[in-house]
């Protein structure tokens, strides 16, 4: 019986040393591998050396712009969408919204200045690729996006950047002027502003951005984007913008949402706005005839004297996209940024207006008339209770003016119909 014992614990013994001599023999065979490993890799590692660091030198602006001078008077213009003494004007009024950095990274060579700050944001909305402003610039495309974003910020909170709509009476007087000396016989008197709609094209908004990303979806254009809802004065400047609906919102439902119907019915009477026929006609928004009222040569003649204002809100839209040409593809950024790009856009057109002189002999003679003495009184009642009223008084003037289409847009409008 003890032999038996001795006998099993012998064996229970040399199992357990097998097991420990097995383990110990995948540990080394574990570690011949990692040295051969290691043994081949060295020679690798050794050839691979460290690169020096890469400084970069930030531009020197004088520098840059005389080279620019030096190719043509008209370079800086044509590369900043303005002039160098508006440039430098901006870069002054955004000076107290944009933070310069006094410490730099070890690997970098200078300031990032509000000057090159603003320099990389306006040539990017300009449709500049990111990759040739941090050549020229000095910059990573970190710091690169960063300076375009914080100057976007500032254009947006800078107060002489805002939109002007006519609220007071002398710049009431002002629009309506503007509008007066456009319009055929001043037959449009008390016209402020024109209103119409545009879709800026944008990447597909995420879950996070938005619940509702189908919204954004826009049918028409069989892309995603954001309806932006916009009135122009008689010089082409945005005096109102509103991006609050979703590109899939047509402009009549874009319109309610907005903030614009509560400013229109503040206006004073004889003052109205005009715009085409996907918005509600009331007697402050005016709206061409459409269908068979347009057989009436005196409906058809307003239709026509309403096009001349209302045309400046699509010259608008199309200086904007000619300028800034990063709106002529769809934007890649967060649904926010997007808004406030398009925001940005918008005051930097009106900037470039109001700083240049951009106005015609014509439109310069326009602004000299005195404001007439309205045509029509509301004699006190309610302006919901007479909707469309402005209308029918203007068609009536129209007509005892014996006034009708000119017969070069007849025949201009019949050639085009043959040409279909």
Known sequence: MVASDHHQSDQSDSLNQLIINRKRIKKRIKKRKLIAIISLS???????????????????????????????????????????????????????????????????EGIVTNVIQLHCAIRWLSGCNWWANCCIAGISKASF????????????????????????????????????????????????????????????????????????????????????????????????????????????????????????????????????????????LLTPFSGSQKLDPTKDAYSFFLSQCRIHVEMMFGRLVSKWRILKKPLECTLNNNTRIVYACSRLHNYIINDGDFLSEKEHKANQHHLPTP???????????????????????????????PAYNKQRNNGSNGSN
């Not at 001078?69 to 870069?91: E, Q, W």
């Not at 709609?197 to 919204?215: A, D, N």
């Not at 068609?395 to 003016?401: A, G, L, N, Q």
Request: hydrophobic share 35%; charged share 20%; with cysteine.
């Open 145 to 284: 996006y960063r300076c375009c974003h914080r100057v976007i910020r500032a254009i947006n909170a800078c107060p002489n950047l805002s939109y002007n709509f006519p609220t007071t009476e002398q710049q009431l007087q002002e629009a309506t002027a503007g509008f007066r000396g456009i319009s055929q016989q001043h037959i449009m008197d008390g016209c402020v502003g024109a209103l119409d709609g545009i879709l800026i094209k944008t990447k597909q908004p995420t879950r996070t951005e938005t619940s509702h990303v189908t919204s954004f979806f826009s049918g028409h254009y069989r892309h995603y984007g954001i309806n932006i809802q916009a009135m122009s004065d008689h010089k082409c400047r945005f005096i109102y913008f509103s991006a609050a609906a979703p590109g899939g919102s047509n402009d009549g439902v874009a319109h309610r949402d907005s903030s614009l119907p509560g400013l229109l019915d503040n206006l004073p009477f004889s003052h109205f706005c005009v715009a085409d026929n996907a918005y509600t006609c009331t007697e402050t």
């Open 42 to 108: 060295v020679p690798w590692l050794v050839q691979m050396q460290r690169k020096d660091p890469y400084y970069r030198q930030k531009m020197c602006w004088d520098d840059h712009v005389a080279e620019l001078n030096n190719v043509s008077p008209m370079a800086f213009f044509k590369g900043y969408r303005m002039t160098y003494h508006s440039f430098i004007k901006l870069a002054d009024l955004l000076a107290p919204f944009i933070n310069v950095k006094t410490k730099n990274s070890p690997n970098t």
């Open 375 to 405: 045509y029509y009184i509301r004699n006190g009642r309610p302006r919901a209770a007479r909707r469309c009223a402005f209308r029918t008084k203007i068609v009536e003037e129209i007509k005892d003016r014996n006034m009708e289409r």
